[in-house]
Each structure stands twice: as structure tokens, then as C-alpha cells.
């Protein structure tokens, strides 16, 4: 059974900040990995999708890289504003699609 | 419809009572999941099907949920004798094939008193 970690639970940072986030899973026979946001008692919004042939994929400024070999997978936010403030979750795409808990991600102004 | 979609958005219910729990999935996805999420929590998975067959069931937490997709599109999920720990949001996702990006609905919100 595939297990995500994602690291750190919770992260408070000033604005203009760049950070990463990070992810980690168990079984390295994935197809892709999707990052998501979810604003408090909000959906899921898809942010990025990485193919597992892929090693990066970047949107804005936003970019995730993905290392299958060694199951980990990160979200780097550049110049992050209070806008930013969500929970990030990574979802690992095999046979079935399975999540981290989340980080938590505040940014102060 | 544009994006997938549940019904209901909320759903308060009494203690041992039956509650379906609908997803419209993206048209044209064949794999729809269908998660439970508790506050401060990833979502969990429950099951995943791949056009009308449950591909893989092993999240659902006992015999009292169960879930169908007869067509393979629709998918309603359902639980009998509901107790105050099914409280959370369900939620469901779609995708066009099983390993694409998925599309996830609003969510349906359970209390159960």
C-alpha cells in the first residue's frame, strides 16, 4: 500500500519568502504526482501535474520536481504572498491515487 | 457539466440512518474516486472505479459503505446505519483515465447527530 508523508505539517513564513514543500511515498510504480490546494472548507484545486517521465513542471511561481527513483517529489513557491496561505497536498497517481496529510502554509504580510 | 460535481453540498442525518452520496463525474472520465476527508486531515481514500468496476475497494472502512457506478459515469455512495465517526466531507474525483490529472468536486459535507 502506497504511504505519502508530506513535510513540514504546518509552515509560517513573511511574505516574499521562497519555500519549499515536501513530499515523499513509499512505492516508486506511480504514473504521475498532482499537487493541490485547499483553502479552508474549500475543494481540492489542481495546481501542477507531474508525469512520471518528467522530472519538473513549472507553473508561475510555482514549481514541482519529481525524483521517482527515490520517491520524493517538491513544491518550491517563489516570492510567496499572503494569497499563498492554503494547504498544499500531494497525491501520488499509481493504480490509485493516494494523499499526504498536508502542509499547512501561512504567509504573513 | 464542466467540472464534477456532488449532491448533496450538506447532509445532516441521525444516528443509525441510510444516506446515498452522488457524484457527477467530468463527462467522458472513466476512473472516479471517492475520498473522506476530516478536518486537519488528507483526504482518505474509500474506492476507486474504473468505468463501472470497483478497481479497487480496500479504503472502504467496514461493511456499512458501500458504492456503485452502473453506467460509469454516475456514482453514488452509500451508508447504512450511520454512526457520529462518518461525520466529514466526502469527496469525489474524476479523471479520463486512470493516471491522468484529476478533477475533484466541492464536496459533500456529513453530520451525523
Known amino acids: 500500500k502506497q504511504e505519502v508523508t508530506q513535510i513540514p505539517a504546518a509552515l509560517s513564513v513573511p511574505e516574499g519568502e521562497n519555500l519549499v514543500l515536501n513530499c515523499s511515498f513509499t512505492d516508486s510504480a506511480i504514473y504521475n504526482l498532482q499537487w493541490f490546494r485547499q483553502d479552508p472548507g474549500k475543494g481540492l484545486t489542481s495546481l501542477l501535474l507531474?508525469?512520471?517521465?518528467?522530472r519538473e513542471q513549472t507553473s508561475g511561481r510555482l514549481n514541482a520536481s519529481l525524483d521517482k527513483s527515490s520517491g520524493r517529489s517538491t513544491l518550491y513557491i517563489a516570492a510567496s504572498q499572503p494569497g499563498d496561505s492554503a494547504t498544499y497536498l500531494c497525491a501520488v497517481i499509481g493504480n490509485d491515487m493516494r494523499f499526504g496529510a498536508g502542509t499547512r502554509l501561512t504567509v504573513k504580510p | 457539466g464542466a467540472g464534477v460535481s456532488q449532491t448533496p453540498s450538506n447532509k445532516v442525518t441521525e444516528k443509525g440512518k441510510y444516506v446515498e452520496l452522488r457524484c457527477d463525474p467530468i463527462s467522458g472520465h472513466t476512473a472516479l474516486y471517492w475520498y473522506r476527508q476530516s478536518l486537519g486531515q488528507g483526504p482518505e481514500f474509500l474506492i476507486y472505479f474504473q468505468g463501472t468496476g470497483a478497481a479497487d475497494d480496500s479504503g472502504l472502512p467496514n461493511d456499512r459503505f458501500f458504492a456503485v457506478r452502473p453506467e460509469g459515469s454516475v456514482s453514488t455512495l452509500k451508508i447504512q446505519r450511520t454512526e457520529r465517526g462518518d461525520s466529514a466531507v466526502y469527496l469525489c474525483?474524476?479523471?479520463?483515465?486512470?493516471?491522468?490529472?484529476?478533477?475533484f468536486g466541492p464536496g459533500t459535507r456529513l453530520t451525523v447527530l
Open positions: 474525483a474524476s479523471s479520463l483515465q486512470s493516471g491522468s490529472k484529476a478533477f
Open positions: 507531474i508525469q512520471s517521465s518528467q
